[in-house]
């Protein structure tokens, strides 16, 4: 792999007890292009191989064998990752990092988990790197470590990238060598390999695998390694072989600058220099709060910490392969794709969309503001390899502007909002562009815009002179910053929803500038993700088929499925470790869909047939979805199932419970379009036939099986096990008094937070209820019952939600760094805003009174949709901010809806 080092004089280890000081050692690739990965030979010999019979040789080592922890290799980290932007070091952890936590004890490394408050926080321990002493490009990476056990543990040995040319994580990457959470709890004895890979957040992505050995894991010490090639990376732990990921499983689409645009490379990621990381985290996403019982102080040991490179390719760090396993685990290949629209290249475009019919839409180009005269553009054909151009000439400002020539507007999907400029997504504008040194002021601007109706817009100024004079060049925009860069004129934001000038060119004095190949390009995880809509087809038959004996031509990306543990979709239905599986089978000559969601209760998913455009599917709008179900095995669920439609999500009809349907017989449900419609359902722009899944929370080892899923117009049919109209509730509306509560309509959910029914001690509020938040990123919700109904509160819309609440106990994060908040949910994602209240105070009763209109008049998220009053499951909800809600306890009476 052609190892490297920075000039230093210390040379590389002849021997394993030797420790480098006085220098810093960077071991990096040469950065040569490499073909793809040599196919792994099998199978393991019978004889474990040690690192150096497999070929590998030793270049770096800390045997902690001194006195005290050697800082020419290690850094320690302090605080809580405030500092570099990402408190609770971006996991919600919950301890404080220390460097006195890190210590050497009896030749080991020891870091040190303990009970003790520190800023702000209840724990301390300790996190080391490597960064800028010791970073490495492929090669074999190996600690012997002893594992802390207990609820609450996240100990932990990974790699991050140093300066990485792909951005910030996760397009810079992750290699995560061991990771293990909550050792000895219930028996857990599994460790975890895993590798972040992708764009930057929130288009990250991640593949993982487990591994569970016969003895107890944290008893003592074990070997934890990969194998790390060109292409390929290998997890170990002593001489067990168990997973391996290769750039199947992993892709870095990140910006390669204004000059190339968004881009990739093969073996991106993983082809760059990364730095090495031992810490002990405290609770936190993965293993969740600690317990009371945590025994404190607890300890990771590590007795080394190794690096060996391949001498037999020094380019790739290849041919070194140890104890390789045919059964070692190989994750599902991961998905990303680009769509690319060519607006302007040797003429006006069109737009188009390859699926079962070509679609088009033809573009148009105008100058809409020539500034009384004074701007005048051509499409001239210049020859050469530009052949026909955009050709612009002013003497002071105008703009030209590309649109769709139906005067109709643009969606674009996938590419962030003006409302989000802050999540970062894969869209850009790129052309080519000549400017004309002797017509074009050198003072002045050219300013590229993307617009939803003058004024309501983004741009992007390019100073003449920071550009290449009489030359083409090329030139790509982000998207991203457009959105980031409204009208300073006055105007709204740019609403990608609703563009109407896909590309507007506006020089702000005197130019003479051509432009050519004009494009929309971006990329995103999954099939599809990203782009511009097609235009609905409008389907007007009878019936519409989803599925009867296989998938209708007319939901282009087919059977498809999400669950929260994966985090994003995937249409492979037989992936070990995916929450949802599915086939097709046989019965009695007819082809039925199987659908099985795994035994793991805690966490959702979804199954769904979907078309990758919209259809406009409002011929249906007074008939009904329909569809046969058998429920082969309930499993752990006693709710039953639910389905709902989407119309590009968060657009979508809402939850609609069906009950114990088709429980071991086959049974006919027909849903009216027009509950779905009174749920959110925007009938023009359907793009899922139907979803359908076990209760939430309640999806532990369901199977079922699915046929003859159409959508018929007519009249509505009833369902044959309906759900019940919302009720329409009048005068005050109780939601809870703990003295006199209804009976009940309404009840809490309780995930992560805990409910006690006492006597306050201010005796005029009699029976009260509190509630401990144990985790984070919970809230507690009143919901309508029965589960899965929803009530009619549109006769409170000009109302308000009153309470009262007493603090009992802050968050662990402080009050002053954290906000409560206030909403209601009808079947979420459809949702009020988040209403910030003024923050309840300690042992004193506040009376809080929220106006309904300012709940339903305040925008969400881009990832929720407005609030459904018409359609309430969830009456009351209250929360510290996301994130911060552990340790709160709260006191609650007399919530009421009054009109």
Excluded at 110 to 122: K, P
Excluded at 605 to 634: C, E, H, K, P
Aim: glycine fraction near 10%; charge should be negative.
């Amino acid at each position: 792999m052609n190892l490297k080092k920075r000039p230093c004089a210390v040379a590389l280890l002849a021997a394993l007890t030797t420790t480098l000081y006085g220098c810093n050692d960077v071991i990096e690739s040469s950065g040569t292009t490499v073909d793809e990965p040599v196919e792994t030979p099998t199978p393991a010999p019978e004889t474990p191989q040690t690192p150096e019979e497999a070929g590998w040789e030793l270049v770096w080592a800390d045997e902690f064998d001194a006195d005290t922890l050697d800082d020419a290799n290690w850094n320690a980290l302090v605080g809580d990752g405030t500092e570099y932007g990402i408190p609770g070091w971006g996991n919600n952890e919950l301890q404080y990092y220390e460097a006195d936590n890190a210590f050497l004890q009896d030749g080991k490394l020891v870091i040190q988990a303990e009970s003790d408050s520190v800023g702000g926080y209840n724990y301390t321990s300790a996190r080391l790197t490597t960064e800028g002493k010791v970073d490495v490009t492929f090669g074999r990476i190996e600690a012997s470590i002893k594992l802390p056990a207990g609820q609450g543990t996240w100990p932990a040995f990974w790699l991050l990238p140093t300066n990485s040319p792909y951005g910030a994580w996760a397009a810079g990457g992750e290699i995560d060598i061991l990771e293990a959470t909550n050792l000895g709890v219930d028996g857990k004895n599994e460790i975890l390999g895993t590798v972040h890979y992708g764009s930057l957040w929130p288009l990250n992505r991640y593949s993982s695998d487990t591994y569970t050995p016969s003895e107890t894991i944290s008893d003592d010490f074990h070997r934890y390694a990969i194998e790390w090639e060109a292409g390929e990376i290998r997890w170990y732990i002593d001489d067990t072989h168990y997973a391996t990921m290769t750039n199947d499983n992993w892709f870095s689409y990140y910006w390669g600058g204004q000059d190339t645009g968004f881009t990739t490379n093969e073996n991106a990621p993983f082809n760059t220099p990364f730095h090495i990381i031992l810490n002990v985290a405290i609770g936190g996403n993965l293993p969740g709060a600690p317990s009371n019982d945590l025994a404190l102080p607890l300890q990771m040991e590590v007795d080394y910490v190794r690096v060996y490179q391949c001498p037999a390719d020094s380019e790739t760090g290849r041919g070194c392969a140890s104890n390789l396993s045919d059964a070692a685990d190989v994750p599902a290949s991961t998905v990303y794709s680009e769509e690319e629209h060519t607006l302007f290249a040797d003429g006006i475009g069109a737009l188009t969309w390859e699926g079962t019919e070509t679609q088009t839409r033809a573009l148009g180009i105008n100058s809409w503001w020539n500034n009384d005269g004074a701007l005048s553009f051509d499409t001239p054909d210049i020859g050469g390899d530009q052949g026909t151009v955009l050709e612009i000439i002013t003497t002071n400002s105008g703009n030209v502007s590309i649109y769709a020539d139906d005067a109709e507007t643009f969606e674009l999907y996938g590419v962030g909002t003006s409302a989000e400029p802050w999540a970062p997504h894969n869209g850009e504008l790129s052309f080519d562009l000549y400017v004309d040194s002797a017509s074009t002021d050198p003072e002045g601007v050219i300013a590229i815009k993307m617009d939803s109706g003058f004024p309501n817009l983004g741009y992007i100024n390019l100073p003449v002179s920071e550009l290449t004079m009489d030359a083409w060049q090329p030139i790509h925009l982000k998207l991203s910053d457009l959105l980031a860069n409204p009208n300073n004129g006055g105007g709204n934001p740019l609403d990608v929803n609703s563009v109407v000038s896909l590309f507007v060119v506006e020089p702000t004095s005197s130019a003479h500038i051509m432009l050519d190949n004009i494009k929309f390009k971006c990329g995103a995880p999954g099939n599809n993700s990203c782009g511009i809509r097609p235009p609905a087809p409008l389907v007007s038959q009878e019936e519409l088929n989803v599925f009867v004996d296989s998938v209708d031509e007319a939901w282009t990306r087919g059977i498809g499925a999400w669950d929260s543990r994966a985090g994003f979709d995937y249409f492979d239905g037989t992936v070990d470790g995916n929450k949802v599986n599915w086939q097709t089978v046989d019965l009695d000559g007819n082809t039925v869909l199987e659908v099985s969601f795994d035994a793991d209760a805690s966490v959702n998913g979804v199954f769904y047939i979907q078309s990758l455009a919209t259809i406009d599917l409002s011929a249906y709008t007074n008939g009904y979805v329909s569809f046969d179900i058998r429920v082969t095995d309930y499993g752990t669920n006693t709710t039953g199932m639910a389905m709902k439609i989407d119309c590009f999500f968060p657009c979508t009809s809402g939850d609609q419970s069906l009950g114990v349907v088709g429980d071991g017989n086959w049974e006919t449900v027909n849903v009216p379009v027009q509950q779905l419609i009174a749920g959110g359902l925007d009938v023009t722009k359907v793009n899922t036939g139907i979803v359908i899944f076990p209760a939430p929370d309640d999806q532990g080892g369901v199977t079922f099986q699915l046929d003859n899923i159409v959508w018929t117009a007519g009249e509505p049919v009833e369902p044959e096990d309906p759900v019940d109209p919302a009720p329409t509730p009048s005068g005050d509306l109780l939601i809870f008094n703990g003295t006199d509560t209804p009976d009940p309509m309404f009840t809490p959910t309780l995930n992560g937070v805990t409910e006690t029914l006492l006597e306050d001690e201010d005796t005029s509020y009699g029976t009260v209820a509190e509630y401990a938040f144990n985790i984070n990123e919970t809230n507690l919700a009143y919901f309508v019952q029965p589960a899965g109904s929803t009530i009619d509160l549109s006769a409170y819309s000009t109302g308000t939600i009153e309470f009262d609440v007493k603090l009992i106990a802050e968050p662990e994060v402080g009050l002053a760094n954290t906000n409560f908040y206030v909403k209601f949910d009808s079947v979420y994602p459809s949702t009020s805003s988040a209403f910030p209240i003024d923050p309840p105070e300690i042992g004193v009763w506040k009376r809080y009174v929220i106006s309904v209109a300012d709940l339903l008049a305040n925008p969400t998220p881009s990832w929720e949709q407005p609030a459904n009053i018409n359609g309430v499951d969830a009456a009351f909800v209250i929360a510290p901010d996301w994130g911060t809600e552990q340790g709160t306890v709260i006191r609650i009476d007399n919530i009421v809806w009054k009109q």
